[in-house]
Every structure is written in structure tokens, then in C-alpha cells.
């Protein structure tokens, strides 16, 4: 920008920024060659010191052949022809191919002469330092390769500086600059390729978030699963009638929900403790839905109950139930009163016993009375409920009625 400043606008012709790009195509290739030819000359003295560090070794006696320095010179022009050929034609044109393949078949019969002029001494050669001695040759082989390139890139360059001496002095300037600046391009185009620069992160390397939140995604559906798996295996509970069947082998005579029980107002719960848990006595009218109730859900399932249970036994005058259950407070008083109401309507005499009293360890409250809403009488309705005495001697009931 500055030469274009003072100088104003200078256009170079066509055949001189063709032959700048190959100039500094050529710097930019023979960078690369002497950082190879450093590398190899590396290679040569790390062999030549691990070399003189092996001891008790007999030295090889080195017969040279007379087709080894033939052969590097030979190797040596076919590196500058391919020099010159990659001026005038593509990497994949036939001239180019045939050449390096020239040159890769020169290498090879150079490396086995090198070999072959390995010879032993009386007392044979270690294999480790015969090895070390091979790389050291090979090393030598591609020092002499990449100083021949070197040579034959330096003669092309200084055959296209030759060129520009033709120019006028201000395009000169211009094509100079032009060409450091290609130079300087593909220099550092070349070094960014093998050394990348230490950069500051832009985001945090950890933690991750996104990573983070989408295995703790998985992770947690994958427990929700497992648990809900556990649950499903570890639940034994009874969920269906057929359930019931299979797990009891008797048939199920009917489902009743599960009703509240109508509190009258100022009624309250009192807890006495006994000999068993705390028991807790309420005072409340339990509703005779199979008698008062006619289009109730619950009052149905009473009256398919009471119909199960007629057909159930129907060769036999006189019957007797009894209901009963595995724990207390599981509807044994609201079922026999329901199920006796619902056979009263049928015209049949129920006499309902409630007989429950100290069979285990705790009493269990008599709760017939709690369906007339008064004391204990004959009968209630078509229907009679007899509680059981304060301290009954067994636990026994029986609810007997006729056709």
C-alpha cells in the first residue's frame, strides 16, 4: 500500500506475475526442502552418536561399491529434471510420473548397494548397531536427495530473477514486493501447517451443559423406567376380581365400593386405649343404601351381591353367612347390613347377628345398632339386629333368615 501510495497505480504484465508465482512457489518449495535437509542432517549425527555409544562392537568394514556414487549422481539429475518438468507441466502429466518414477527405482538400487557394502568383520556385527549404521545410510541417501533439490531450486530461481532484470525499474519494485509478499504467504501458510499456535478457548472447555443436561436427560429417563419396572415387579397387590380367583381358587360373588360415612352433626371421634392399639369409636348413622337407595351404583352392586349369593346355595331352606374379614375396619358391618336389607326386599325374614367381641388381642366395637340410629332393638324394619353382649365369651356370628 505504501509503494501504491507514492508511486501510483503500476500494473505488471501477464508473463511477470506468472513467472512472481512460480518464483514464490519456489521459495515457499525450497523452505520446505531445507527444513527436510535439517531434519535428516539431525537424523545422521543422533545415528553417529548412538553409534559411538555401542560398545564392544566390531566395526563393519565398509567396501564401497563403485555404482554408489554413480548412482547418486544419477539421482541427483533426475531430481533437477523434475524440477524443471514441474515448471512446464501438471503433477500428473507422463513426463512428471515417469520421472519420479525414475527417481524411486535410483533410490532403491542405491539403498541395496549401500547394503550390500555392509560387510562383517571376523567377529560379526551387532544387529543393533548394524541397524543404526542402515538408518544412518538411509539418512545419507535423503540428505544427498534434498541438497540436489535444493541446488536445482536455487538455479531455477536465480534463472527467473534473470528474467525480471528485463523489467522496468518501478515494475521491478512491484513485482519484488509482490513476490515477498506470495513469499512471506506461503511461508506462513507452511509453518501454520506444522506448528498451530496456542489459542485463549472462546467457551469453556468444562463444564459441559449441553452434554451434561442430555445424559442427565437419559440418565433420569432411564431410572423412571428401571423404577417404574421395580414397582410394577415388587407389587403383589390384588388390582382385579380375576386376580382374586386365580389367587384364591373360589369365584367372586360381587365388587362394592367404597362409601363414607355420613357424620350427624356434633358427632366426634374418642380414642380409648386397651390392651391392643388405639381403638377409635365413631358416632355416625351408616347408610342402608340397599334399602333406601334405588338407583344408586353402590345399592346395585349390593343387590347383584344378594343375587350371587341366593343362586350360590339355592337347594338349602335355611342359610346362614357369615362375613368376616382379615383385619378390622374393612366394611364387615356395612356389608351384612346392606346385604341383609337388600334380601328383606325380597320378602324374606333376616335376623342380622353381630357377635364380634375379643377374639385376637383388641376388642372389636359392636356396630349394628349404628344402622337404626338407636339403641339396640328386635327388629329394625322387616329386618332384626342383634348386637353382641359387652364381653362376649367367643367370636362367633351368625345372620339366619327364611323364605
Given amino acids: 500500500m505504501a509503494f501504491r501510495d507514492s508511486h501510483g497505480d503500476v500494473s505488471l504484465a501477464q508473463e511477470t506475475t506468472l513467472n512472481l508465482q512460480k518464483m514464490a512457489d519456489l521459495q515457499a518449495q525450497l523452505v520446505d526442502v531445507r527444513l527436510q535437509r535439517d531434519t535428516a542432517e539431525s537424523r545422521i549425527a543422533a545415528?553417529?552418536?548412538?553409534?559411538?555409544?555401542?560398545?564392544?562392537?566390531?566395526?563393519?568394514?565398509?567396501?564401497?561399491?563403485?555404482l554408489i556414487a554413480s548412482l547418486q549422481d544419477q539421482l541427483a539429475r533426475l531430481e533437477i529434471d523434475l524440477t524443471g518438468l514441474r515448471h512446464q507441466f501438471t503433477e500428473k502429466a507422463p513426463a512428471v510420473l515417469v520421472t519420479r518414477a525414475k527417481i524411486e527405482e535410483t533410490k532403491q538400487r542405491l539403498n541395496a548397494e549401500l547394503a550390500q557394502s555392509l560387510r562383517p568383520g571376523a567377529y560379526g556385527v551387532d544387529p543393533i548397531y548394524q541397524q543404526l549404521d542402515t538408518e544412518m545410510a538411509e539418512s545419507q541417501v535423503t540428505l544427498a536427495t534434498l541438497k540436489s533439490r535444493e541446488r536445482a531450486m536455487q538455479d531455477a530461481i536465480a534463472a527467473y530473477e534473470?528474467?525480471?532484470?528485463?523489467?522496468?525499474l518501478r515494475e521491478v519494485d512491484l513485482a519484488r514486493l509482490t513476490r515477498d509478499e506470495k513469499e512471506f504467504e506461503q511461508i506462513y501458510l507452511l509453518l501454520s501447517d506444522r506448528y498451530e499456535q496456542a489459542r485463549a478457548p472462546t467457551a469453556p472447555v468444562k463444564p459441559r451443559?449441553?452434554?451434561?443436561?442430555?445424559?442427565?436427560?437419559?440418565?433420569?429417563?432411564?431410572?423412571g423406567v428401571a423404577g417404574a419396572f421395580l414397582a410394577e415387579q415388587l407389587d403383589d397387590t390384588v388390582k382385579s376380581a380375576e386376580e382374586v380367583e386365580r389367587v384364591l381358587g373360589a369365584p367372586v360373588l360381587g365388587a362394592i365400593p367404597?362409601?363414607?360415612v355420613a357424620r350427624p352433626p356434633g358427632a366426634r371421634e374418642t380414642g380409648t386405649k386397651t390392651d391392643g392399639p388405639q381403638h377409635k369409636?365413631?358416632?355416625?348413622?351408616?347408610p342402608l343404601l340397599a334399602a333406601n337407595d334405588r338407583r344408586s351404583p353402590t345399592a346395585e352392586a349390593y343387590r347383584a351381591l344378594r343375587t350371587h349369593v341366593l343362586f350360590s346355595i339355592p337347594d338349602v331352606e335355611r342359610k346362614r353367612l357369615l362375613v368376616t374379614s382379615a383385619l378390622p375396619r374393612e366394611g364387615k358391618s356395612t356389608i351384612s347390613a346392606n346385604l341383609a336389607a337388600a334380601i328383606a326386599r325380597t320378602d324374606r325374614r333376616v335376623w342380622l347377628v353381630d357377635a364380634r367381641g375379643w377374639p385376637l388381642c383388641w376388642p372389636v366395637r359392636p356396630r349394628s345398632t349404628a344402622w337404626c340410629g338407636r339403641p339396640a332393638s328386635p327388629t329394625c324394619g322387616t329386618w332384626g339386629a342383634v348386637p353382641s353382649p359387652p364381653t362376649p365369651p367367643n367370636c362367633w356370628a351368625r345372620s339366619v333368615w327364611r323364605a
Fill in 47 to 66: 545415528a553417529r552418536g548412538r553409534l559411538a555409544s555401542q560398545a564392544k562392537v566390531t566395526p563393519t568394514q565398509w567396501m564401497p561399491s563403485p
Fill in 162 to 168: 534473470r528474467r525480471m532484470r528485463g523489467v522496468p
Fill in 209 to 223: 451443559r449441553q452434554m451434561n443436561t442430555l445424559f442427565g436427560g437419559m440418565l433420569g429417563l432411564m431410572v
Fill in 258 to 260: 367404597i362409601v363414607g
Fill in 281 to 286: 369409636e365413631e358416632t355416625a348413622v351408616l
